[in-house]
Antibody, heavy 118, light 110 residues
Framework: QVQLVQSGAEVKKPGASVKVSCKGSGYSFSSYGITWVRQAPGQGLEWMGWISGNNDHPKYAQKFQGRVTMTTDTPTSTNYLELRSLRSDDTAVYFC???????????WGQGTLVTVSP | QAVVTQEPSLTVSPGGTVTLTCASSTGAVTSDHYPYWFQQKAGHAPRTLIYDTNNKQPWTPARFSGSLLGDKAALTLSGAQPEDEADYYCLLSYSGARPVFGGGTKLTVL
């Protein structure tokens, strides 16, 4: 079945970087992109960006421009989200979702908790 | 960036019908916003229920339906079940801009 499996929880200090992975299986990996969404504790969903299955022209939310990089490793069917210069308000669960285009999302990963604490 | 607005909370009786709405600060929501609806239960990842206004995923229960209602996108639940208690989010796409989630609606079945 179609599945996205994300990497485990991370604890980082302010100013550090984090890299979250999202491994796809059960579908033609390069035919779909990945959307990244985050959810701060007790808050709603926030769209962060989308990258195509061809790993070209990722589209980032303006809020994260300059601090985020989304990449695709086709041989391993894995997508990555890197967020730099972490702040305490980056503490959140980060989700990946299979997405044919930026406004799409059908299958979701289980989420990765990133905690930013001194 | 546009602001997408949903009811913060709604309550429905078991077996009852409730409509959740999704409005855009830029004006009327149309099919060109490709509205999506997601269900999220506590401690779980979101689950996609509706895409492109009114299309259901294979796992979407028949009691859920999507539509445009006036100048908003709408998610209607007909015959609410206790397991439908969850947070619901809409997502709207904007030409030339990034997609935006609504703030979510907490649905209580009581």
């Amino acid at each position: 079945q179609v599945q996205l499996v994300q990497s485990g929880a991370e604890v980082k200090k302010p100013g550090a970087s984090v890299k979250v992975s999202c491994k796809g299986s059960g579908y033609s990996f390069s035919s779909y992109g990945i959307t990244w969404v985050r959810q701060a504790p007790g808050q709603g969903l926030e769209w962060m960006g989308w990258i195509s299955g061809n790993n070209d022209h990722p589209k980032y939310a303006q809020k994260f421009q300059g601090r985020v990089t989304m990449t695709t490793d086709t041989p391993t069917s894995t997508n990555y989200l890197e967020l730099r210069s972490l702040r305490s308000d980056d503490t959140a669960v980060y989700f990946c979702a299979r997405a044919g285009w930026p406004g799409d999302a059908d299958i979701w990963g289980q989420g990765t908790l990133v905690t930013v604490s001194p | 960036q546009a602001v997408v607005t949903q009811e913060p909370s709604l309550t429905v009786s078991p077996g009852g019908t409730v409509t959740l709405t999704c409005a855009s600060s830029t004006g009327a929501v149309t099919s060109d916003h490709y509205p999506y609806w997601f269900q999220q239960k506590a401690g779980h990842a979101p689950r996609t229920l509706i895409y492109d206004t009114n299309n259901k995923q294979p796992w979407t229960p028949a009691r859920f339906s999507g539509s445009l209602l006036g100048d908003k996108a709408a998610l209607t639940l007909s015959g609410a079940q206790p397991e439908d208690e969850a947070d619901y989010y809409c997502l709207l796409s904007y030409s030339g801009a990034r997609p935006v989630f609504g703030g979510g609606t907490k649905l209580t079945v009581l």
